[in-house]
T-cell receptor, first 114, second 117 residues
Framework: EAGVVQSPRYKIIEKKQPVAFWCNPI?????LYWYLQNLGQGPELLIR????????DSQLPKDRFSAERLKGVDSTLKIQPAELGDSAVYLC????????????FGPGTRLTVT | AQKITQTQPGMFVQEKEAVTLDCTYD???????LFWYKQPSSGEMIFLIY??????QNATEGRYSLNFQKARKSANLVISASQLGDSAMYFC??????????????FGQGTILTVHP
């Protein structure tokens, strides 16, 4: 069974440029999560989807961050424009549903903003 | 609100010895789950063990066991017979099983474990 797939694995951009990250969850998983992990810190939830509905986006900085999961499968997280402080690892995770206690994580996208 | 505290930035252990990684938590949720994840240098988060707040027995998974002390709000991870491959960052996490923290994992700051040969 394939795990959570994320791309790209690494991205370097200049500040004020846009950037997008893609995530494909494990097949059959209805719940998808995006987490932000700063260097030396634990991940922090940005947004949680149940199928195509964003059910928890309270931690998403909506002035520059957006996310979508149009068909309830794969998802895209976008930052526009990027700032130096956005340099971090962006992790995607999925679970069968929100009742499932185990979340499966992807390898993450390491973003560097110069 | 939920909070996880890991007070050990780094721990060292000799190969084949046991090690305990500390975790304390705070929550107002009446029921919750506690987790430990391993993050090697490659970056992926690997689920290790889960403990429900109403579980009577401490969880065990192979060489991993969770020492759950509800009254002290602690959920320490014990790794027995350490191996070189155990060297990684370890995160304690929790989620509420209802209310506003439902479905949301809250992580601690992590502990870097180094296993010496």
């Amino acid at each position: 069974e394939a795990g959570v797939v994320q791309s790209p694995r690494y991205k370097i951009i200049e500040k004020k440029q846009p950037v997008a990250f893609w995530c494909n969850p494990i097949s059959g998983h209805n719940t998808l999560y995006w987490y932000l992990q700063n260097l030396g810190q634990g991940p922090e939830l940005l947004i949680r989807y149940e199928n195509e509905e964003a059910v928890d986006d309270s931690q998403l900085p909506k002035d520059r961050f957006s996310a979508e999961r149009l068909k309830g499968v794969d998802s895209t997280l976008k930052i526009q424009p990027a700032e130096l402080g956005d340099s971090a690892v962006y992790l995607c995770a999925s679970s069968f549903d929100s009742d499932s206690y185990e979340q499966y994580f992807g390898p993450g996208t390491r973003l560097t903003v110069t | 609100a939920q909070k996880i505290t890991q007070t050990q930035p780094g721990m060292f252990v000799q190969e084949k010895e046991a090690v305990t990684l500390d975790c304390t938590y705070d929550t107002s949720d009446p029921s919750y789950g506690l987790f430990w994840y391993k993050q090697p240098s490659s970056g992926e988060m690997i689920f290790l063990i889960y403990q429900g707040s109403y579980d009577q027995q401490n969880a065990t998974e192979g060489r991993y066991s969770l020492n759950f002390q509800k009254a002290r709000k602690s959920a320490n991870l014990v790794i027995s017979a350490s191996q070189l491959g155990d060297s990684a960052m370890y995160f304690c996490a929790m989620r509420g099983l209802g209310g506003t923290s439902y479905g949301k994992l809250t992580f601690g700051q992590g502990t870097i474990l180094t296993v010496h040969p």
